[in-house]
């Protein structure tokens, strides 16, 4: 019989503004095996730690339950506390009577009676619980990046820096990211390309970081400390060994007419192409689809051109398997479409365009090479009108509930440069509110609107009508002078949401990572875990995780980083002893737990087995510790009931069913 | 195909060529137009009050007239459409409104929405379809520029109305594709003629309407094609010199060739 103590905790007025916690103490004291029941304030706190330990040894317990908060909070917590007070910690169970009660529920006394019942249901597992002794499992030294960008390229080189191998997996032909195709930075305005191409430079040249472009992580298998994923290498069809990257295939490529998405559309690319000058690795790669050779069989001039014989027409994509330790995803994000938007005409009129393509425009080595003008005539525009908030903080399902948290600042950071370079356009910025929280940010601010005569307009734009005379006819309404507005402009420049890239929920799923409902990857904490996943061994850097600026990105790229080295500098991790594990006298070796476990961590012996009245060499299932991972997929797989998953026996979790009914 | 029709008042006056034009086409694409007996005006407005529920009522007789003859309704006023099709809504969805509005009428089934309401260019595209019309047109527009007017009644709200797009239709210029002309798309397609304001405020909905054709004529149409009776008048009344505005019908029966024979009945 277990010597069982109930904890029963207030979490402030958490719960105990709901639950009648004195109540759920003394119920608990009915229940078999409770020897020991009290309620306290912070039962996770040092003091209330203390009351547990004080328990465990004047009570002799041999079993505690903690009513309190989801395990997912505090189980590690009690589990320790236990520990050092000297029981086995697989011994304590939670109740979540705040998350699963206090929290959903108003009415005192059915909240009361459904903790008592979650109380009860913990007991009677603790009943049934035998100590457990976790294993070991090895790390492997070596960390994967998914994502080129700022965020992958800075985790990646931190990671290095401390000495452990780094790849990193980037989908498109260069690494660089959002950040190559940025123009100037707010606050300081220095240039993008500045101070990213060193840093991708670095990343290139670093002896520990290997790079993946043009690549895809495609199956994530295993866990924490030891993944096994395969990357899918896309046929570059060029040779990256012969390469020099002398560009003459780019210049003598006919089919020259596919949209570059690097510079957003705005101009066009050849079939072969490195995606900008600075690329890395300044390799090209050829778009099959757009390839007359590929389309047609006849054209090859690249090949014919290439001094170096790197083209390479018959290349096919390459799975290259690896192991790594710990896996940081970092993303990135990429711009809303605007067809739900169409009252800012953005596809009716050329010259009413994302600020990501005026990034573009005012890039010096952009299409228009830094010279801002319409994209419909070339016209140098005289009246520029910015739109805040174009689907962000959006209250219906068009756009985003979220703030982009970026828009504010590099709207006043194009205000301030159009202003700058050319002082006789005249530039309004229309806006729900300016947000500049950050450091010099709100300086920043000031100067467009002070120094910068930029217009600022608190309202939105309801409409933007393209003019037969080419001119954009803008109607919105000026909210502090109460008035409706109609002006002319030359050019409308929207300041889309940003959302996760596209690819993120499909690197979820294979990583069990989870997402929000609007594809960011969830922390383990929001507060106090912020850059890593729920999933052991998956971190998370830049805004695959939120909005963020650059500054914000790097911060965080280089805590995912510190995340990274803390388990990789771990030679061996504890494993999950809640594994499954085959009752020999019962198991009639008939395979099907081995077809259903996802980790292979099943195989068969043949072996004596013997007891009562059984003596005889037959083959029995054997779960290795170490793959298994306790999803519990053979315990109801097996027919005649001999795989049960330690920890959380049949048994256990019908006593656990019955105290729910009782 | 057999519908119930709804009218509305106006097209039994003003916009007899509204009416008129369309039971000839849909004639002429074997549609058959059954009239609803005894409807009622539908208030012509729909009344925002939700605390008052005899400004719904006729529209609900004229919704459970359909659901009693197990057909879906087919209108072609824009405004009518529009408060058919949001009563009929509130009906379904509001418990309060479907209750009272019941307990008073004491119709032997009550109504709860269970009546499709559909217009009649919805008609068109949804179970003709426009591919099927065009291959009937006999006498195709061709040449003709035209800019669809669709005002504000037949696409918003638009997740209620659902009609089309409430920012980027194309339902019109569809259409006025398969009648064999070519439509123009301008920005004020979807902007308001200033509807009722019209009646006390002459000059903001001149200024309204003055916007809409000029844009429309700016971008190389030659007349504007509406559903609304009320877009119609409008229209013609502050800026007919600047472009001419037509009934859709009208267009549809010309191409389809029964427009003479709908003249001369």
């Known amino acids: 019989m277990q010597r069982i103590g109930v904890f029963v905790c207030h979490c402030g007025s958490n719960i105990a503004a709901t639950v009648d916690v004195k109540k759920v103490t003394e119920t608990a004291l009915m229940e078999p095996g409770v020897v020991h029941a009290e309620d306290y304030q912070y039962m996770c706190s040092e003091a209330g730690q203390a009351k547990i330990a004080a328990a465990i040894a004047e009570k002799n317990l041999t079993g505690i339950v903690v009513c309190s908060c989801s395990p997912r909070m505090h189980e590690t917590t009690f589990r320790t506390c236990a520990e050092r007070a000297g029981i086995n910690p697989y011994m304590v169970e939670i109740a979540n009577i705040r998350e699963h009660c206090s929290w959903i529920h108003k009415d005192v006394e059915e909240a009361t009676k459904k903790a008592v019942i979650l109380m009860r249901a913990a007991v009677a597992k603790v009943n049934l619980n035998t100590p457990l002794k976790p294993g070991e499992s090895r790390v492997t030294k070596r960390a994967l990046v998914i994502g080129g960008g700022i965020a992958g390229i800075q985790t990646a080189l931190d990671i290095a820096d401390a000495g452990y191998e780094v790849d990193i997996v980037e989908k498109t032909p260069s690494i660089g990211g959002r950040m190559s195709q940025l123009d100037k930075t707010f606050p300081t305005l220095d240039c993008s390309a500045c101070i990213l191409t060193p840093k991708m430079v670095e990343a290139a040249a670093h002896d520990k970081i290997n790079i993946y472009t043009y690549s895809e992580v495609e199956q994530v298998s295993g866990f924490v400390g030891d993944f096994t994923v395969d990357i899918r290498k896309k046929a570059r069809s060029v040779d990256m060994n012969k390469c020099t990257g002398c560009g003459l295939c780019q210049e003598k490529c006919p089919s020259k007419k596919t949209p570059s998405e690097f510079n957003r559309g705005l101009n066009t690319r050849t079939a072969i192409y490195t995606p900008f000058a600075q690329a890395i690795p300044n390799v090209p790669v050829i778009d099959r689809e757009a390839c007359i050779k590929f389309k047609t069989g006849k054209c090859g001039l690249c090949s014919k051109v290439c001094a170096a014989g790197a083209i390479d027409y018959e290349q096919k994509d390459e799975i290259i398997t690896r192991k790594y330790g710990a896996i940081v995803v970092a993303t990135g994000f990429d711009v809303i479409k605007l067809d739900k938007y169409d009252e800012y005409a953005y596809s009716q009129s050329r010259d009413v365009i994302t600020s990501l393509e005026l990034e573009r425009i005012m890039n010096a080595a952009g299409p228009t090479k830094g010279h801002l003008q319409r994209l419909s005539d070339g016209r140098e525009p005289k009246n520029i009108v910015f739109v805040q908030c174009v689907g962000s903080r959006c209250a219906d399902e068009r756009g985003k509930s979220y703030c982009s948290k970026i828009c504010c600042m590099y709207t006043a950071k194009h205000a301030m440069l159009i202003r700058d370079k050319y002082p006789d356009v005249n530039v309004t910025v229309f806006y729900i509110d300016v947000r500049t929280p950050g450091k010099n940010f709100d300086e920043f601010y000031r100067r467009a609107v002070e120094e910068y005569g930029v217009n600022y307009i608190k309202g939105q734009v309801g409409k933007v009508c393209p003019e037969p005379d080419g001119s954009l006819t803008v109607y919105a309404s000026d909210l502090l002078d109460n008035k409706q507005l109609r002006m002319s402009a030359d050019m409308v420049v929207l300041a889309a949401a940003i959302e996760p890239s596209a690819s993120v929920r499909q690197i979820a799923t294979m990583l069990t990572a989870s997402i929000d409902t609007n594809n960011f990857l969830t922390e383990a904490h929001p507060k106090l875990r912020p850059v890593e996943s729920p999933t052991a061994g998956v971190f998370l850097s830049g805004v695959c995780q939120g909005p963020k600026d650059i500054p914000e990105t790097v911060a965080q790229a280089g805590a995912a980083a510190v995340k990274a080295i803390g388990l990789l500098a771990k030679d061996k991790l504890m494993t999950n002893p809640c594994t499954a594990k085959a009752d020999e006298l019962m198991c009639n070796g008939c395979s099907q737990c081995a077809n259903v476990c996802p980790y292979g961590a099943i195989s068969y012996e043949t072996r004596l087995v013997m007891g009562p009245g059984v003596r005889e060499n037959r083959r029995v299932a054997v779960v290795n510790n170490a793959l298994c991972q306790g999803c519990g997929a053979c315990t109801v797989t097996c027919p005649s009931g001999a795989m049960d998953l330690q920890g959380f026996s049949n048994r256990q979790i019908i006593a656990e069913v019955d105290a729910i009914c009782r | ?265």
């Open chain 2, 1 to 265: 195909m057999k519908y119930s029709y709804y009218p509305g008042c106006t097209l039994k006056s003003k916009a007899t060529a509204l009416d008129k034009y369309a039971r000839a086409s849909a004639a002429a694409l074997g549609i058959e137009l059954e009239e609803i007996d005894e409807w009622q005006c539908c208030g012509g407005v729909y009344p925002l009050g939700s605390d008052e529920i005899a400004t719904k009522l006729a529209s609900v007789r004229n919704l459970a007239a359909a659901r009693d003859r197990g057909q879906e309704l087919v209108t072609l006023c824009s405004a009518c459409h529009h408060v058919l099709k949001r009563v009929n809504d509130d009906m379904r969805n509001v418990d309060d409104i479907r209750t009272r509005a019941n307990n008073y009428m004491q119709l032997e089934t009550p109504y709860a929405g269970e009546t499709k309401v559909l217009h009649f260019l919805e008609v068109l595209r949804d179970v003709i379809g426009f591919d099927e019309l065009k291959k009937k047109v006999v006498n195709p527009l061709t040449g003709k520029r035209i800019g669809a007017y669709y005002g504000c009644l037949l696409l918003r709200p638009g997740k209620l109305m659902a009609f089309d797009d409430p920012e980027n239709p194309t339902i019109m210029e569809d259409f006025i594709r398969a009648i064999g002309a070519e439509p123009v798309v301008y920005p004020y397609r979807n902007e308001c003629c200033g509807g009722y304001i019209s009646l006390k405020e002459k000059e903001r909905s001149k200024y309204l309407c003055l916007d809409i054709t000029g844009s429309a004529k700016g971008w190389g149409a030659q007349m504007l094609i509406t559903a609304c009776p009320l877009c119609l008048y409008n229209i013609n009344k502050a800026a007919g010199d600047v472009l001419p505005v037509y009934y859709f019908t009208e267009l549809l029966a010309e191409a389809l060739g029964v427009k003479e024979a709908a003249d001369n009945e």
